[in-house]
């Protein structure tokens, strides 16, 4: 069975930093693309980008183009997603989520809620 | 960019009745590999999305068969034959045609 385990949730100030994690078990973790999705409070679902961690190409959103980057480390079997120039509007909760096939996510991590707060 | 639309935004039902979901897309899904990528997800109170349906009307395993997707070119529908308590969330769908992109939601609740 395959689980996407994300990292615990962060406050960050504006202007800083975050690094969410998510860890793949239970397939083969170079085989598929990987996700990231995020939704705000009381919001919908806003795709931010994918990177394919065999090959390590990534395709970003172009709302998030030049503050997004995304990574893997295949050793350890973890897709990163770094968002940078925080505002309060990027106050959301931050999913990894698995295309197993067919444009479209099979498996979702946990979530990570993602503060950013003077 | 790929805009999807549903309605309605929010659909009361009652427990036992049938409920539909209607997702409109900007441009047609069809994809130049003759597939049409459009899913469907369920998100329950407190709980990461969940897919229903994938390629229009493909149930995913463990799904219950009273969720039902159907639908082309830019038209799509997810029907629910017979509400259960269970199925109070939110329902996105989403296409992975031309990159991708979700609807608003539709939350459905119990009258």
């Known amino acids: 069975q395959v689980q996407l385990v994300q990292s615990g949730a962060e406050v960050k100030k504006p202007g800083a930093s975050v690094k969410v994690s998510c860890k793949a078990s239970?397939?083969?973790?170079?085989?598929?693309?990987m996700h990231w999705v995020r939704q705000a409070p009381g919001q919908g679902l806003e795709w931010m980008g994918r990177i394919h961690p065999n090959i390590g190409d990534t395709n970003y959103g172009q709302k998030f183009q030049g503050r997004v980057t995304m990574t893997r480390d295949t050793s350890i079997s973890t897709s990163y997603m770094e968002l940078s120039s925080l505002r309060s509007d990027d106050t959301a909760v931050y999913y990894c989520a698995r295309d197993g096939g067919y444009e479209s996510y099979d498996y979702w991590g946990q979530g990570t809620l993602v503060t950013v707060s003077s | 960019d790929v805009v999807m639309t549903q309605s309605p935004l929010s659909l009361p039902v009652t427990l036992g009745q049938p409920a539909s979901i209607s997702c409109r897309s900007s441009?047609?899904?069809?994809?130049?590999?003759?597939?049409?990528?459009l899913s469907w997800f369920q998100q329950r109170p407190g709980q990461s999305p969940r897919r229903l349906i994938y390629k229009v009307s493909n149930r995913d395993s463990g799904v219950p068969d009273r969720f039902s997707g159907s639908g082309s070119g830019t038209d799509f529908t997810l029907k629910i034959s017979r509400v259960e308590a269970e199925d109070v969330g939110v329902y996105y769908c989403m296409q992975g045609t031309h990159g991708w992109t979700f609807g608003q939601g539709t939350k459905v609740e119990i009258k």
């Open positions: 239970g397939d083969t973790f170079t085989g598929h693309y």
């Open positions: 441009q047609s899904l069809v994809h130049s590999d003759g597939n049409t990528y």
